[in-house]
């Protein structure tokens, strides 16, 4: 019912900055909660950063807090992750999920139906 297409990914120094976005189609943003997602090589997926369906509530996980910040622009249809001051334990394949979801957004991926292709991040010097 919804497609999400990411883009933003990268190489990026240590302390740089990078921006994903998520670009939602067949359905408005207004009817899912937004939840990113990373994932590194050999390390289980982890809830990044997350936006409710109707972008009052959003949720970070405590390493990225302060860092991280996920936004949505309706009348584009596509949701962003800001992220600055970048470490190179941040680096890991980014997703971008949905689900339709009253309420706060999970940070638990197997609760989204929805998934974009992902994106590396790369943090090196």
């Known amino acids: 019912q919804v497609q999400l297409v990411q883009s933003g990914g990268g190489l990026v120094q240590p302390g740089g900055s990078l921006s994903l976005s998520c670009a939602a189609s067949?359905?408005?943003?207004?009817?899912?909660?937004i939840g990113w997602f990373r994932r590194a090589p050999g390390k289980e997926r982890e809830g990044v950063s997350c936006?409710?369906?109707?972008?009052?509530?959003?949720y970070s996980r405590d390493s990225v807090k302060g860092r991280f910040t996920v936004s949505r622009d309706i009348a584009k249809n596509t949701v962003y992750l800001q992220m600055n001051s970048l470490k190179p334990e941040d680096t890991a394949v980014y997703y971008c999920?949905?689900?339709?979801?009253?309420?706060?957004?999970?940070?638990?991926?197997?609760?989204?139906?929805?998934w974009g292709q992902g994106t590396q991040v790369t943090v090196s010097s």
């Open positions: 067949g359905s408005t943003l207004d009817y899912y909660a």
């Open positions: 936006i409710s369906s109707d972008g009052g509530s959003t």
């Open positions: 999920a949905a689900v339709s979801l009253g309420g706060d957004c999970p940070l638990v991926g197997l609760e989204y139906d929805y």
